[in-house]
């Protein structure tokens, strides 16, 4: 049995984590750092909190665990798994840990989990009017009400 | 929470938003979105090509790689449009090509398209890969022979009932040989014969090739070569199926038909003959969807062969078919979501095509997932309306085409009125709706009550009054295009709805009651909308105000009064004093 490399995270608030390479490497942005040496063991990930890089570390240990599992390519029954497992783990965050898992995965480059969360909120705006994703992201409305009036009717008139 | 997620961030979460009505949804919510929104697009549907301008679109999706476009009003397929009306692609074209080179493909309905438009999309577009154009005319082959020749990434070609000028096969020889990634292609419309081994070797090159529709004048025999090098194939449309074959042919054509695993749709057939049926017999477990329009195929037959088709969704047949046809459909395609029965034009006397209001009811007491109906008929009943909408309440389109106007309901010479009363109560859902046979103003009160869901209306022939438009631009809620011709209503209802006609896409008129100075006041009433009057027959300029004028085509717009019109098509000023024009005058 090989022995995995222990690389250790230290979040913006001190907490430290220890992850087997294969794990910590699921994220492009280390791997990146690793490669150009510019990091010992202790990676520092200044703009990510403990409580979000629990949840990052928690996607990746799974993700790694499910593909070492076979010869590469998932079998069908696996891959089924992992959307479930997908699918749990997202119904189990808040709004805000959803936003701050987007920044993490873009910051960290950490594909399938930036394609997975930014799916989980596409899916929140669908079928919703403009007014109903402003009040569920809590977004402003910045439009006057001339600009906003145009923009109304040429999505309605033309583009729909 | 303040979220201020970075550009590249809502790109990406953009880029799993795909329907248009969710796009613009996103688009209203504040400005980065809206930005972001608009650089991202990359498939834009304009449904009616005069309601905005090319630039505008341009301006706004710089990053489009699809446009669709449709242009003629629909009554156009029923050749109420005079030919040189408009619905020219060539401004598209033209604003595409200048700034947007990356432009992939084109989906254009009812539009006028011509050589030099295709020329220029053959050498504007380099990675162009769709062109389907769907009741278009304006083209030769030659046209053909530049996209062709051009666009090496062609993945689709499909001319879809269009009228083009023929000026021989030769076009399908210019397919590079290079050209390896097609994957749809349908010149079904077309009349002269291609060469076929340029077409053998076509699609034996295109390994993805999943659709292929031949045109009449490929026979039965180079059928078979063909499928024999195409075995993937989802769709197939064939060509003749009437060439008198030895038994050798035959059943290595029997042997391909049963290569063909992939199978899933059906259509060509022309001039088909009984004994070459069970040819098809191998394919048809695992067809969905079978077009029969052009086969005059008898009902012995069609039982025969319908009884074999399990899976079907999707069938358009001619009325040949008779009830007990529509009673095998019945009984076998228990999967059946749209079904189209088209006239045959045979004579009822000397054929004796028996088909009357029951095959329909019959299908839609079986069939528990059939939503979609267009049916030509000679005759119908209020009775029989009564039970299709009892049984399918969920309808979404219901298109009634009694055949002979004013046809009362032929057991109890009543109007039809309590039919489509039945079916837009129970139908709550109804999207399309069209209405025939003899129909008071009644009809139209009882669907301006309950069709709230109703987008589409088409209307010939009915109605006693004002009374019925008023019914319906007041009521449907919903609504989004409606066409009626030859019904007595005038100017009345048309005023006092006029604000209505913002919140709808267009309105065809023709033959009715409406008067010229109607159209004046509506257009000066209502700045954005589009009034145009189609006068072919030169009363407008002369006629006094009370004149009523032959047809009218009336839709919002965000570009003012189009520029293309032809002598025959008026516009009405929005200023007073200048009238009518049929030029767009600052």
């Given at each position: 049995?090989?022995?995995?490399?222990?690389?250790?995270?230290?979040?913006?608030?001190?907490?430290?984590?220890?992850?087997?390479?294969?794990?910590?490497?699921?994220?492009?942005?280390i791997?990146?750092?690793?490669?150009?040496?510019?990091?010992?063991?202790?990676?520092?990930?200044?703009?990510?909190?403990?409580?979000?890089?629990?949840?990052?570390?928690?996607?990746?240990?799974?993700?790694?665990?499910?593909?070492?599992?076979?010869?590469?390519?998932?079998?069908?029954?696996?891959?089924?798994?992992?959307?479930n497992?997908?699918?749990?783990?997202l119904?189990?965050?808040?709004?805000?840990?959803?936003?701050?898992?987007?920044?993490?995965?873009?910051?960290?480059?950490?594909?399938?989990?930036?394609?997975?969360?930014?799916?989980?909120?596409?899916?929140?705006?669908k079928?919703?009017?403009?007014e109903?994703?402003?009040?569920?992201?809590?977004?402003?409305?910045?439009?006057?009400?001339?600009?906003?009036?145009?923009?109304?009717?040429?999505?309605?008139?033309?583009?729909? | 929470?303040?979220?201020?997620?970075?550009?590249?961030?809502?790109e990406?979460?953009?880029?799993?938003?795909?329907?248009?009505?969710?796009?613009?949804s996103?688009?209203?919510v504040?400005?980065?979105?809206?930005?972001?929104?608009?650089?991202?697009?990359?498939?834009?549907?304009?449904?009616?090509?005069?309601?905005?301008?090319?630039a505008?679109?341009?301006?706004?999706?710089?990053?489009?790689?699809?446009?669709?476009?449709?242009?003629?009003?629909?009554?156009?397929?029923y050749?109420?449009?005079?030919?040189?009306?408009?619905?020219?692609?060539?401004?598209?074209?033209?604003?595409?090509?200048?700034?947007?080179?990356?432009?992939?493909?084109?989906?254009?309905?009812?539009?006028?398209?011509?050589?030099?438009?295709?020329?220029?999309?053959?050498?504007?577009?380099?990675?162009?890969?769709?062109?389907?154009?769907?009741?278009?005319?304006?083209?030769?082959?030659?046209?053909?022979?530049?996209?062709?020749?051009?666009?090496?990434?062609?993945?689709?070609?499909?001319?879809?009932?269009?009228?083009?000028?023929?000026?021989?096969?030769?076009?399908?020889?210019?397919?590079?040989?290079?050209?390896?990634?097609?994957?749809?292609?349908?010149?079904?419309?077309?009349?002269?014969?291609?060469?076929?081994?340029?077409?053998?070797?076509?699609?034996?090159?295109?390994?993805?090739?999943?659709?292929?529709?031949?045109?009449?004048?490929?026979?039965?025999?180079?059928?078979?070569?063909?499928?024999?090098?195409?075995?993937?194939?989802v769709?197939?449309?064939?060509?003749s199926?009437?060439?008198?074959?030895?038994?050798?042919?035959?059943?290595?054509?029997?042997?391909?038909?049963?290569?063909?695993?992939?199978?899933?749709?059906?259509?060509?057939?022309?001039?088909?003959?009984?004994?070459?049926?069970?040819?098809?017999?191998?394919?048809?477990?695992?067809?969905?969807?079978?077009?029969?329009?052009?086969?005059?195929?008898?009902?012995?037959d069609?039982?025969?062969?319908?009884?074999?088709?399990?899976?079907?969704?999707k069938?358009?047949?001619?009325?040949?078919?008779?009830?007990?046809?529509?009673?095998?459909?019945?009984?076998s395609?228990?999967?059946?979501?749209?079904?189209?029965?088209?006239?045959?034009?045979?004579?009822?006397?000397?054929?004796?095509?028996?088909?009357?209001?029951?095959?329909?009811?019959?299908v839609?007491?079986?069939?528990?997932?059939?939503?979609?109906?267009?049916?030509?008929?000679?005759?119908?009943?209020?009775?029989?309306?009564?039970?299709?909408?009892?049984?399918?309440?969920?309808?979404?389109?219901?298109?009634?085409?009694v055949?002979?106007?004013?046809?009362?309901?032929?057991?109890?010479?009543?109007?039809?009125?309590?039919?489509?009363?039945?079916?837009?109560?129970?139908?709550?859902?109804?999207?399309?709706?069209?209405?025939?046979?003899?129909?008071?103003?009644?009809?139209?009160?009882?669907?301006?009550?309950?069709?709230?869901?109703?987008?589409?209306?088409?209307?010939a022939?009915?109605?006693?009054?004002?009374?019925?438009?008023?019914?319906?631009?007041?009521?449907?809620?919903?609504?989004?295009?409606?066409?009626?011709?030859?019904?007595?209503?005038?100017?009345?209802?048309?005023?006092?709805?006029?604000?209505?006609?913002?919140?709808?896409?267009?309105?065809?008129?023709?033959?009715?009651?409406?008067?010229?100075?109607?159209?004046?006041?509506?257009?000066?009433?209502?700045?954005?909308l589009?009034?145009?009057v189609?006068d072919?027959?030169?009363?407008?300029?002369?006629?006094p105000?009370?004149?009523?004028?032959?047809?009218?085509?009336?839709?919002?717009?965000?570009?003012?009064?189009?520029?293309?019109?032809?002598?025959?098509?008026?516009?009405?000023?929005k200023?007073?004093?200048?009238?009518?024009?049929?030029?767009?005058?600052?």
């Amino acid at each position: 049995m090989s022995t995995s490399k222990i690389f250790v995270l230290k979040s913006s608030d001190g907490e430290t984590f220890e992850v087997e390479e294969a794990v910590a490497l699921q994220s492009q942005t280390i791997a990146h750092m690793v490669e150009d040496n510019c990091v010992g063991n202790e990676i520092p990930l200044a703009n990510i909190t403990g409580e979000i890089l629990t949840k990052v570390i928690e996607y990746c240990k799974k993700h790694v665990a499910v593909v070492h599992d076979g010869e590469g390519n998932l079998s069908s029954f696996l891959k089924e798994e992992l959307k479930n497992w997908d699918t749990e783990f997202l119904s189990n965050i808040d709004q805000s840990t959803l936003f701050h898992l987007i920044m993490a995965a873009n910051f960290l480059n950490i594909k399938d989990l930036l394609d997975l969360t930014c799916q989980g909120v596409a899916d929140m705006i669908k079928g919703k009017s403009p007014e109903e994703i402003r009040a569920l992201l809590n977004i402003e409305n910045d439009f006057t009400s001339e600009d906003e009036e145009e923009i109304r009717a040429e999505n309605q008139w033309t583009f729909k | 929470m303040d979220l201020r997620l970075p550009s590249k961030v809502l790109e990406h979460i953009f880029s799993f938003v795909d329907s248009n009505e969710d796009r613009n949804s996103v688009s209203l919510v504040c400005k980065s979105w809206f930005e972001t929104e608009r650089l991202t697009r990359k498939r834009v549907f304009v449904r009616n090509c005069y309601a905005v301008t090319p630039a505008a679109v341009a301006r706004r999706f710089p990053g489009m790689r699809s446009l669709t476009l449709k242009g003629k009003p629909h009554f156009a397929d029923y050749n109420l449009v005079p030919d040189g009306w408009g619905g020219y692609a060539w401004p598209w074209v033209e604003a595409m090509g200048e700034k947007y080179p990356a432009l992939e493909e084109l989906r254009l309905k009812r539009m006028v398209v011509t050589d030099e438009c295709l020329e220029k999309i053959a050498a504007s577009f380099k990675e162009f890969k769709a062109l389907v154009l769907t009741s278009c005319e304006g083209f030769s082959t030659d046209g053909l022979a530049a996209i062709a020749v051009a666009c090496s990434n062609l993945r689709e070609l499909e001319l879809r009932e269009c009228i083009v000028e023929d000026l021989g096969g030769d076009w399908l020889s210019y397919f590079p040989e290079t050209l390896t990634s097609l994957v749809s292609l349908d010149f079904s419309c077309l009349d002269s014969a291609v060469k076929l081994s340029d077409l053998e070797r076509l699609v034996s090159r295109s390994p993805h090739l999943k659709s292929l529709k031949l045109n009449r004048a490929v026979s039965l025999d180079a059928l078979g070569n063909l499928l024999r090098l195409a075995p993937q194939l989802v769709e197939l449309g064939t060509g003749s199926f009437s060439d008198k074959l030895n038994q050798e042919a035959v059943s290595k054509l029997s042997q391909a038909f049963s290569e063909l695993k992939e199978l899933k749709s059906l259509s060509g057939l022309w001039d088909v003959l009984p004994e070459y049926i069970p040819l098809l017999y191998s394919v048809c477990p695992g067809l969905t969807s079978l077009n029969l329009s052009y086969a005059t195929v008898q009902m012995p037959d069609l039982v025969e062969l319908l009884s074999r088709c399990s899976k079907l969704e999707k069938l358009w047949v001619m009325d040949l078919i008779e009830d007990k046809g529509l009673e095998a459909v019945a009984s076998s395609c228990k999967e059946l979501r749209e079904l189209r029965v088209f006239p045959s034009g045979a004579d009822v006397d000397e054929t004796n095509v028996a088909m009357t209001e029951q095959g329909l009811v019959t299908v839609s007491e079986a069939c528990p997932n059939l939503e979609s109906v267009l049916y030509f008929c000679a005759q119908f009943t209020n009775a029989a309306m009564v039970t299709i909408a009892k049984n399918r309440p969920n309808l979404k389109c219901f298109r009634l085409c009694v055949m002979e106007p004013f046809a009362p309901d032929h057991k109890t010479q009543q109007p039809l009125d309590e039919g489509f009363k039945a079916i837009v109560e129970s139908c709550k859902d109804l999207q399309r709706l069209s209405v025939s046979g003899l129909l008071t103003d009644k009809a139209f009160e009882y669907i301006g009550t309950h069709g709230k869901k109703l987008r589409m209306l088409s209307i010939a022939f009915a109605g006693d009054s004002d009374l019925m438009l008023h019914h319906l631009l007041s009521g449907c809620e919903s609504l989004n295009k409606l066409e009626i011709r030859d019904c007595p209503f005038g100017d009345t209802a048309l005023l006092e709805n006029a604000a209505k006609l913002e919140t709808m896409r267009s309105l065809w008129m023709s033959s009715c009651c409406v008067s010229f100075g109607a159209c004046k006041l509506l257009s000066q009433k209502m700045p954005k909308l589009n009034v145009e009057v189609i006068d072919e027959q030169h009363l407008t300029e002369t006629g006094p105000d009370s004149s009523p004028v032959e047809k009218i085509y009336i839709y919002r717009t965000l570009a003012g009064p189009r520029v293309d019109m032809p002598e025959f098509v008026w516009t009405i000023h929005k200023n007073p004093e200048i009238g009518v024009s049929h030029l767009a005058i600052e």
